[in-house]
């Protein structure tokens, strides 16, 4: 997997940095096709407090992309939500691949 993260307007400290790793191991372990993933950190200059600092993240999995994006007062707190929204994308995707049709029993006459 590989693993860009980036911030906007902000430094990537080392210390968000291994929270946002720690976080994305969840979605790792519920599909573990995931090729790319890159996380954008921002930080925006709104008027009001809440709402400014914003997480996006794009995944690449074998045979979709899939996006989300969250955006909270505290970075930690847009994190978390982030990956929150991603995992229930990602167990709908893995959910879709699998076959969840049988076949009917066949009649013996």
Known sequence: ??????????????????????????????????VDVKVILTVEKQKEKERRQRAECNIHVKGNDMFAESSHADLYAAVDELV??????????????????????KRVM
């Open 1 to 34: 997997m590989n693993l860009t993260i980036s911030g906007h307007h902000l430094d990537v400290t080392p210390a968000l940095r291994s929270y946002v790793t720690s976080k994305l191991d969840r979605i790792t372990r519920h599909f573990d096709q995931v």
């Open 84 to 105: 929150d929204k991603l995992d229930r994308q990602v167990v709908r995707h893995k959910d879709r691949l699998q076959d969840h049709h049988h076949e009917a029993p």
